[in-house]
């Protein structure tokens, strides 16, 4: 396993999966500035990655996170304070550009800034007892992470709005429903189940998975005209690679692919 920068994010490569993990579990993996930027470090270190084909973000210890670091919370409306408003933000903003798929796997805990954190992957694996939701207005404030602007996105307005104002912990199996997360499972077997998640994109052409994914997070943004335009010249980009022959050439001879980045 490699540590990133201050040792609190580190990367684990398994074959073409990379699990990132937020490593600093005798904080309930808290998220501090110094986290958040090696967590930042590590995604722009898989993303360069071209053996990567697929991501997790994962917890180590029992919970994926507790949220954010409470005391640098508290201390950084301090007049004096030197901590970097901007360093979420753009962990956030760094999770979401991924060229790869991320999978991230929440287990025991995720509230507020950590629920906040799993909104810009791509998938989300739910442990059956987690607590999981956005508490902010029970704080003083408001989920200001992204919160209110990705979460409509995924669940609609109505249901954003009521997961931000109640400030109450999303009931596991009501988020499937909503298609805020992707699958269930016991919260022991989050992690694992995350992997196999990675593992079974894994087995996809790297590029298709990237050009699609990149079509995909466009089409909420873009008018259909445009998307439609992206989508087909992002299309045209694999008409002449090896993983476009293979793939056809696989299925007509019946036998499973075998997918390169050439």
Excluded at 158 to 177: N, Q, Y
Excluded at 195 to 200: G, Q, S
Aim: with cysteine.
């Amino acid at each position: 396993m490699e540590s990133v920068g201050t040792g609190l994010a580190r990367i684990d490569r398994n074959d073409r999966r990379a699990d990132v993990y937020l490593a600093r579990p005798e904080k309930r993996n808290a998220m501090s500035v110094d986290l958040m930027r090696d967590l930042t470090a590590a995604f722009e270190r898989v993303d360069a990655d071209e053996d990567v084909w697929a991501v997790t973000l994962l917890g180590e210890g029992p919970v994926l996170s507790a949220g954010m670091d409470l005391e640098m919370m508290r201390d950084r409306v301090e007049p004096d304070s030197e901590i970097d408003r901007d360093v979420f933000p753009s962990l956030l903003e760094t999770i979401e550009r991924t060229r790869q798929p991320v999978v991230a796997g929440i287990k025991r805990a995720a509230p507020a800034g950590a629920f906040e954190l799993t909104l810009p992957c791509d998938f989300r694996i739910l442990g059956r007892d987690a607590k999981y939701g956005l508490l902010e207005v029970t704080l003083g404030t408001f989920p200001h992470g992204g919160g209110t602007q990705r979460l409509p996105r995924l669940v609609g307005l109505s249901k954003a709005k009521e997961i931000v104002l109640t400030g109450e912990f999303v009931d596991p199996e009501a988020a499937e429903r909503m298609g805020l997360v992707h699958e269930l499972c016991a919260d022991e077997a989050v992690d694992e189940r995350t992997k196999a998640f990675a593992d079974r994109l894994c087995e996809n052409a790297p590029l298709g998975l990237e050009n699609g994914k990149r079509a995909l997070n466009a089409a909420l943004e873009t008018p259909l005209e445009r998307g439609l335009e992206f989508e087909r010249a992002l299309g045209r980009e694999l008409d002449d690679t090896d993983d476009y022959r293979e793939g056809f050439d696989a299925r007509l001879a019946d036998r499973e692919p075998q997918f390169g980045r050439e």
